[in-house]
Antibody, heavy 120, light 107 residues
Framework: QVQLVESGGGVVQPGRSLRPSCVAS????????LHWVRQAPGKGLEWVAV????????HYADSVRGRFTISRDNSMNTMYLQMNSLRAEDTAVYYC?????????????WGQGTMVTVSS | EIVLTQSPATLSLSPGEGATLSCRAS??????LAWYQQKPGQAPRLLIY???HRAAGIPARFSGSGSGTDFTLTISSLEPEDFAVYYC?????????FGGGTKVEIK
């Protein structure tokens, strides 16, 4: 079945880097744009970034632009989020999400999330 | 950036009652608004896309309406499993944005 599995979260000091990943299965990976969405503890959802099906087009939230880089390896069915210059406010569960059904950029498939904690 | 404002922040209702949740956009998003349900410890679940289209497997008691800047999610008769947090999301422009959420709690 269609599945997204995130990994690579953890505890990191402010200013350091982390690169969570999202492995996909059960669908044709190269067909779909992929998104990261995050949720700080006890807070709402925040869209982070998107990468097009072939990696040629990317967009970012203002809060992460210039610090985070989204990428994908279509040969490995994997998406990444390179997170640099991390701040305490980046602490969140990071979800990968896609639209498999024809719902536009409304996400019908989500991963289980990976927790990123930025703390000294 | 398009700001989505959800109201009320909390809705206290009993099973069997109807619920009406509101989402207002700071500028028109045409019909490009989605609704999600999230339960504690779980990823969000898509309920409605493009304002009024139910996603696959979503019960008919969930319905969406609206266009432009004002949208409504209606739950016709609350089941015990419907008590959760609900978010709206626009997909008209980058960056995609979510509303702050409405918690539907048991009265």
């Amino acid at each position: 079945q269609v599945q997204l599995v995130e990994s690579g979260g953890g505890v990191v000091q402010p200013g350091r880097s982390l690169r969570p990943s999202c492995v996909a299965s059960g669908f044709t990976f190269t067909t779909y744009a992929l998104h990261w969405v995050r949720q700080a503890p006890g807070k709402g959802l925040e869209w982070v970034a998107v990468i097009s099906h072939d990696g040629s087009d990317k967009h970012y939230a203002d809060s992460v632009r210039g610090r985070f880089t989204i990428s994908r390896d279509n040969s490995m069915n994997t998406m990444y989020l390179q997170m640099n210059s991390l701040r305490a406010e980046d602490t969140a569960v990071y979800y990968c999400a896609i639209s498999i059904a024809p719902t536009g950029d409304a996400f019908d498939i989500w991963g289980q999330g990976t927790m990123v904690t930025v703390s000294s | 950036e398009i700001v989505l404002t959800q109201s009320p922040a909390t809705l206290s209702l009993s099973p069997g009652e109807g619920a009406t949740l509101s989402c207002r956009a700071s500028q028109s998003v045409n019909k490009y608004l989605a609704w999600y349900q999230q339960k504690p410890g779980q990823a969000p679940r898509l309920l409605i896309y493009d304002a009024s289209h139910r996603a696959a497997g979503i019960p008919a008691r969930f319905s969406g309406s609206g266009s432009g800047t004002d949208f409504t999610l209606t739950i016709s008769s609350l089941e015990p499993e419907d008590f959760a947090v609900y978010y709206c999301q626009q997909r008209l422009n980058w960056p995609l944005t979510f509303g702050g959420g409405t918690k539907v709690e048991i009265k």
